[in-house]
C-alpha cells in the first residue's frame, strides 16, 4: 500500500517535533515536507528526521504544491489556527491540527466550515487522549462502574510553555524568552487559559458523554507585566451539577518528571463512586459502592491504531472513518464554548450562559 505523504506546516508549537517524530515511525507515512517562515525553527528536525533540503519550504503554498500531501500536520499559534486550515484546505489534504482547538468558537467554526467544504478530515489533537490513566478511566466511566457522571475535577498544567520543547526536551526559560514567545502574546492567543483549559473542557465533554454545561463562571490571574494569565479557574454548571477546571502555568514541577501538588489530571464522581486519573501514572484509583475504600486499577495497555494521534488519524483515513472522541469537531467544538464562556465570564467578572 501507498505511504500517506505528510506536510509539517508552522512550528509555532514544541508539539511538531513531538508529530513529525510518530510520522517518521509509523511505517504507512512519509514524511513530504516541512515549512516554516523561520528556517532555523526547523533546524533540528531537519537533523532529527535527516530530512534533505528538497523537502524544506519556506512558503506554505509552494511547499503544499510541490509536496501534494494527503494530509496536513498544523502547529500555529492558537490564533492563527483557522487562517492555516484555510490555507490549506483547497489542497484538499486531510487536517490534523495540534491543540487547542482555536482562539475563539468564531474561529472553529471557520475551520469546521473550511474542512467541510474540502470534503476531508480534521482532527485536533488533545494529547492528554493519549495518556493510558485517562483512556481507562473513560473505559470504566462508559462500564457504569461508577454509575451516572454528575461532577469532573480537572487541574492540569506545567511549569510553564517555555520551560520544555519538543519531546519534553528541557530548556532555561529567560525574561527575554517570555517577551518574545507567542504564548505570552494576547493576540496570538496566549495564556494558560487558552493553553490548558481546552483540555479540560474537551475531555470533560468526553467523559460527560457530549453534553454541555447551562452557564459557565470564570476568575484568572495575570501577574504584573504581562499580557496573559497564568492560572485560571472555571466553574461549569451542568444538569448533574457543578464541574471544575482548573490551569495553571507554574506547578512546582513538570507532571512527566515528578507530580506536583496539586496533582495534574482528572478526578470523577459519580452517583454510585469515583475515579481519580492522574497523567502518566501506572494505576488511577476507584472507590465503588462494593469497595467503598478503594482499589488500585492498572491502567489498560493500548494497542495500535490507539496509540498515538498519529496512528489514529492514518486510520481514520485509510478506513474512511469518521473522527470521534476528544479529537472530533463535535466534541472539541463544545470544549472551545465552554473556553469562550470562561473568557467571556472572566472578562465581565460575573457568571455568563454558555455561548452558543
Known amino acids: 500500500m501507498k505511504k500517506l505523504k505528510v506536510v509539517g506546516l508552522n512550528f509555532d508549537h514544541m508539539h511538531m ?23 532555523a525553527r526547523m533546524a533540528r528536525a531537519i537533523a532529527h ?15 503544499l504544491a510541490a509536496t501534494e500531501p494527503d494530509f ?9 489556527h483557522a487562517e492555516y486550515v484555510e490555507l490549506v484546505a483547497p489542497y484538499r489534504a486531510h487536517l490534523f491540527v495540534e491543540k487547542p482547538f482555536a482562539a475563539t468558537l468564531a474561529q472553529a467554526d471557520r475551520m469546521i466550515a473550511a474542512a467541510k467544504k474540502s470534503k476531508k478530515l480534521l482532527a485536533i489533537n488533545w494529547p492528554l487522549r493519549w495518556v493510558p490513566a485517562h483512556v481507562t478511566a473513560h473505559r470504566l466511566l462508559g462500564e457504569g462502574r461508577i454509575g451516572a457522571l454528575q461532577e469532573v475535577h480537572f487541574y492540569d498544567g506545567n511549569r510553564g510553555p517555555l520551560w520544555h520543547g519538543a519531546d519534553k526536551l528541557e530548556l532555561t526559560p529567560t525574561t527575554a524568552t517570555k517577551r518574545k514567545s507567542w504564548f505570552y502574546q494576547a493576540k496570538r492567543g496566549g495564556g494558560s487559559l487558552l493553553d490548558y483549559l481546552g483540555y479540560g473542557t474537551t475531555l470533560g465533554t468526553w467523559f460527560h458523554g457530549g453534553r454541555k454545561p447551562i452557564e459557565v463562571t470564570a476568575v484568572v490571574d495575570r501577574p504584573r507585566g504581562l499580557e496573559v494569565d497564568e492560572h485560571s479557574i472555571t466553574i461549569a454548571r451542568y444538569a448533574s451539577g457543578l464541574t471544575k477546571f482548573e490551569t495553571r502555568w507554574g506547578t512546582f514541577t513538570d507532571p512527566w518528571i515528578h507530580q506536583p501538588q496539586p496533582r495534574c489530571g482528572f478526578v470523577l464522581k459519580g452517583e454510585d463512586g469515583t475515579i481519580s486519573s492522574y497523567d502518566y501514572a501506572p494505576t488511577i484509583r476507584a472507590q465503588t459502592r462494593a469497595n467503598p475504600g478503594g482499589e488500585d486499577v492498572a491502567v489498560d495497555a493500548l494497542v495500535a491504531p490507539w496509540q498515538d494521534p498519529i496512528q489514529y488519524f492514518v486510520h481514520c483515513i485509510r478506513e474512511g472513518r469518521p473522527i470521534e472522541g476528544p479529537l472530533s469537531p463535535k466534541i472539541s467544538r463544545i470544549g472551545q464554548q465552554i473556553v469562550d464562556s470562561a473568557v467571556l465570564s472572566a472578562r465581565l467578572g460575573k457568571t455568563v450562559k454558555l455561548v452558543a
Open 17 to 39: 517535533g513531538d508529530l513529525l517524530r510518530q510520522c517518521q515511525q509509523h511505517p504507512d507515512v512519509e514524511i513530504a515536507g516541512i515549512c516554516d517562515d523561520d528556517p
Open 49 to 63: 528526521f535527516q530530512i534533505p533540503a528538497e523537502r524544506v519550504f519556506t512558503d506554505p503554498h509552494r511547499c
Open 72 to 80: 496536513v500536520v498544523l502547529c500555529p499559534a492558537t490564533a492563527r
